[in-house]
């Protein structure tokens, strides 16, 4: 399965190579042009006599970088991107392309005071364990710099329902090497984007040099439907269809665009959802940032618990994302 292939490389923001070649190889029958930009965006080009559209889609996902070492072997890391502190400790990562494996450290419960266990963890204080026993052995084994990603494998389980790592924004890139194999009248670029967990600084530069008419962003958006969490709090729900975005802390997206979208759907019954909320950002805030007066809109899957080892989603929400993505720019 295609997404499974996607979710299962490790590639954090600025170390995209793999999940690079990986898509280059999918895509490349179904465009007229592949080209890699010197940031390490994918460009891929459909050409067409309408309108200039970008669709995008961001590679990196969420992960850490080793920044230093302990003199118990142990490594320093800092975030790639935003993660929740809660959920870091005693997660297994895999570090680099030697695929080094380590466990990232935690005072066992039984040795807390009262005061650590209520208070929140502060990733600094966290050390990865790659089993060295000095600083000596661990520079030998990892460099500075090097990258470590979640491991989580990809399954399916439940019903229709897959869990994963780097859904966001894995199942975008999905949507979007499926709707390249299409025809359409526009001219179409589809960009595989780097570092949009690091402030979308890859987005900036297909923005700059490709100045389309109108941009779609392909996501994998939050998911709250959960036990005890308020009605309000639940931006989108799993199941319900692609969720379109309105606002986020980055743009205002085009109502007229979001209309002719939800007339679409409706037209060929395909479910859908408006995204509850004006928290997070895309690459979206880079194109509109561009000065080239570019027209900006957000279509996501809904995936449970993002920005963390593992997240959920529906394959029936891939699939219809997929349907109206392919539907609207067919309208074009």
Known sequence: MLLEKLCNIAAPSAYESDIREIIKNEVKSYVDEVKVDRMGNIITHKKGNGKRVVVDAHMDEIGFIITGYNEDGTLKFAPLGVIDSKIVPCKVVKIGRKGIYGVIGLKPIHLQSNKEREENINISSLCIDIGASSKKEAKEIVPLGEYASF????????????????????????????ILKENYNCDLYGV??????????????????????????????????????????????????????????????DYNIIEEIKHIAVNNSIPYQIRKST????????????????????????????HSAV??????????????????????
Do not use: H, W
Request: aromatic share 8%; hydrophobic share 35%; net charge negative.
């Open 151 to 178: 491991t989580t494998k990809f399954e399916s389980f439940g019903e229709g329902l897959i869990k994963g790592k780097a859904l966001d924004d894995r199942v975008g890139c999905g949507v979007l090497i499926e």
């Open 192 to 253: 595989f984007s780097v570092q949009e967990e690091n402030e979308n600084r890859g987005a900036y530069i297909p923005a700059y040099n490709i100045k389309p008419d109108l941009v779609l962003i392909l996501e994998g958006t939050i998911c709250a439907d959960a036990p005890n969490v308020e009605e309000r709090l639940k931006v989108t729900k799993l199941g319900e269809g692609p969720a379109i975005s309105v606002m986020d802390v980055s743009c205002v997206f």
């Open 311 to 332: 997240s959920v989603c529906s394959l029936n929400d891939y699939e219809n994302t997929i349907k109206l993505t392919r539907e609207y720019l067919k309208s074009l």
């Open 279 to 306: 928290a997070g950002n895309n690459d979206g805030g880079a194109y509109v940032m561009s000065g080239s007066s570019t027209k900006v809109v957000t279509i996501s899957v809904p995936c449970r618990y993002i």
